[in-house]
């Protein structure tokens, strides 16, 4: 009797600049990108985001060959936008995508993750604009959304996922929906930070099951209850909260994800399931440790 092969795996893990506590192009604070690099590497992932554009070289020749000798290849690069602004900030949203999605393709990544705007400064949690959209609003998100998935997909055959995202206006479960139910599911797919969904009230297993055509890549996060409690209690913006710690190290926080990437297999689709704990600003000795303990944990859920 012939034993038969194990399937293929379909999930396929990474981690990003943000789980070394990055979030911005050039802070002295920061890790140096070569020994993110170098550590990224050496906790055992084989794949990495660009994380914010300028942090790692932009220059895509010795962007490949600093990956490449360390074993690393890139899932996707990352875009920030106003788009429930409506077409009045279309060329300056392009020229900020351009450049990233070029640099995107040519690591031969194919997906661009499009995180909305935030309603206030998650540094210093000024309210920059209303926490809400109005009905007109929405159709402007709607509309240039899918207007950025099809000119991506035309002009640098990559696809775009939305992130939902703390302090920004696609945020809770309703808000996550509307923008599904509002979009054309062969222009815009879903990023789903399971962290993020869960720091807003979201089921990360009910939106995979009731999604999961529109669920085109994760990130994989957890919350510390008890410390979002808090944070909700005392209305913290983002960063603030982030410098509290309530984006912990798993499987200590929530939701558990086993039960996420048992859903996410079940799709039996290709996906990507990049690790970002949100921890800036960190001590350069903290995240290489946590890295390597939750690469193990997740091989323990079979990824």
């Given at each position: 009797?012939?034993s ?5 795996q379909r999930?396929r893990?990474?981690s990003?600049p943000?789980?070394w506590g ?11 990108w ?10 055992g992932?084989a794949?990495i ?14 962007l490949?060959?600093e990956?490449g000798?360390?074993?690393?290849k890139v ?8 788009l429930h ?7 300056k949203?392009?020229a900020?995508?351009?450049?990233i999605?070029?640099?995107?393709r ?8 499009v ?14 604009e209303?926490?809400?959209l109005?009905a007109?609003?929405?159709r402007?998100l709607?509309a240039q959304?899918?207007?950025l998935?099809?000119?991506v ?5 990559l696809?775009?996922?939305v992130?939902?995202h703390?302090?920004t206006?696609?945020d809770t479960?309703e ?9 054309d599911?062969e222009?815009?797919?879903?990023c ?7 720091y807003?009230g979201?089921d990360s297993?009910e939106?995979?099951?009731t999604y999961g055509?529109?669920i085109?890549y994760l990130h994989?996060?957890q919350?510390d209850p008890?410390?979002?409690a808090e944070?909700v ?7 603030p909260a982030v410098?509290?710690?309530v ?8 939701p ?5 990437l048992?859903?996410a297999r079940?799709?039996d689709?290709d ?15 903290r995240?290489?440790p946590i ?12 990824v």
């Open positions: 009797m012939t038969m092969a194990p399937p293929p999930i893990v990474g990003a943000d789980s990055v979030w911005f192009p050039d802070d002295p604070g920061q890790v140096p070569r020994r993110f690099l170098d550590e990224v590497a050496e906790a992932y794949w985001e660009l994380g914010p554009y300028g942090y790692l070289p932009t220059d895509p020749a010795l490949a060959e990956t000798r360390r074993g690393l899932s996707a690069g990352t875009v920030f936008t106003g602004h409506g077409p009045a900030v279309w060329e949203t392009w900020h995508v351009a450049e999605a070029e640099l995107t040519a690591m031969g990544a194919e997906h661009l993750v995180i909305p705007s935030f309603w206030r400064d998650d540094r210093t949690g000024r309210v920059l209303s926490s809400t109005t007109a609003q929405w402007d709607a959304t899918e207007r998935g099809h000119e997909r035309e002009r640098y055959g696809r775009i996922a992130h939902p703390a302090d206006h696609v479960e808000h996550v929906h509307r923008l599904l139910d509002a979009t599911p222009l815009v797919s879903l789903l930070d399971t962290g993020h969904y869960a807003c979201g297993v939106l995979i099951k055509e529109r085109g994989l996060k919350v008890r410390i979002l944070v209690a005392e209305g913290l913006p983002f960063g410098g509290r710690g984006m912990c190290e798993p499987p200590a926080g929530v558990a994800l086993e039960p996420v048992a859903a079940a799709l689709v996906l990507f399931a990049i690790v970002e704990q949100d921890m800036y600003p960190c001590p350069p000795d995240p290489l890295a390597r303990r939750t690469r193990r944990f997740l091989r323990s859920c079979g």
